[in-house]
T-cell receptor, first 113, second 116 residues
Framework: ETGVTQSPTHLIKTRGQQVTLRCSSQ?????VSWYQQALGQGPQFIFQ???????GRGNFPPRFSGLQFPNYSSELNVNALELDDSALYLC????????????FGPGTRLTVL | AQTVTQSQPEMSVQEAETVTLSCTYD???????LFWYKQPPSRQMILVIR??????QNATENRFSVNFQKAAKSFSLKISDSQLGDAAMYFC?????????????FGKGTMLLVSP
């Protein structure tokens, strides 16, 4: 167990809908990264939040957005869902952006129909 | 851009035997970190071992060791005395040194099957 939790475990949405995924980090972990892991692929970096501000983004469109809260929880929001958004979404938290030791949650499996 | 390649989609090993998983990467940086992560069916990514590129000595963690060849940009993982619990997807990953928001770049993974 890494102390990082994600909810929900599974989610089914239809194309065009919006979805919010949640992550709860360990206390003191002020940096959270989100990754998208398509079936049969390695995780791909979406963005990172540090002290409630986005401070890095991968090659994902603006309809992927996030929030980080003072209580070490965070959200990933995806608008206008597309079929290709079907994937496992992982969050990973750490004590600072420079810390190599990051702790992953178990992920949320999103299916877009 | 950095890329990580794992050329073995699947590997099999018997309990107590040794297996080596391969990874190559491409980067123009001279300093960076390399990682092996394990993702069991529970989906939770777990760090297995980490290597700093400026260190010549290969990292070791109990039954897990790496063969880091910087010039060849190769970073293989050796698992000794394999156990049933080692069965999982293994990902090789790269991270730039001293990059505040630096992300992990992952390979596509190698599924390790362990038989009794």
């Amino acid at each position: 167990e890494t102390g990082v939790t994600q909810s929900p475990t599974h989610l089914i949405k239809t194309r065009g809908q919006q979805v919010t995924l949640r992550c709860s980090s360990q206390s003191g972990h002020n940096t959270v990264s989100w990754y998208q892991q398509a079936l049969g692929q390695g995780p791909q970096f979406i963005f990172q939040y540090y002290r409630e501000e986005e401070n890095g983004r991968g090659n994902f469109p603006p309809r992927f957005s996030g929030l980080q809260f003072p209580n070490y929880s965070s959200e990933l929001n995806v608008n206008a869902l597309e079929l290709d958004d079907s994937a496992l979404y992982l969050c990973a938290s750490r004590t600072s952006p420079d810390n190599n030791e990051q702790f992953f949650g178990p992920g949320t499996r999103l299916t877009v129909l | 851009a950095q890329t990580v390649t794992q050329s073995q989609p699947e590997m099999s090993v018997q309990e107590a035997e040794t297996v080596t998983l391969s990874c190559t990467y491409d980067t123009s940086e001279s300093d960076y970190y390399l990682f092996w992560y394990k993702q069991p069916p529970s989906r939770q990514m777990i760090l297995v071992i980490r290597q700093e590129a400026y260190k010549q000595q290969n990292a070791t963690e109990n039954r897990f060791s790496v063969n880091f060849q910087k010039a060849a940009k190769s970073f293989s993982l050796k698992i000794s005395d394999s156990q049933l619990g080692d069965a999982a997807m293994y990902f090789c990953a790269y991270r730039r040194l001293n990059s505040g928001y630096s992300t992990l770049t992952f390979g596509k993974g190698t599924m390790l099957l362990v038989s009794p």
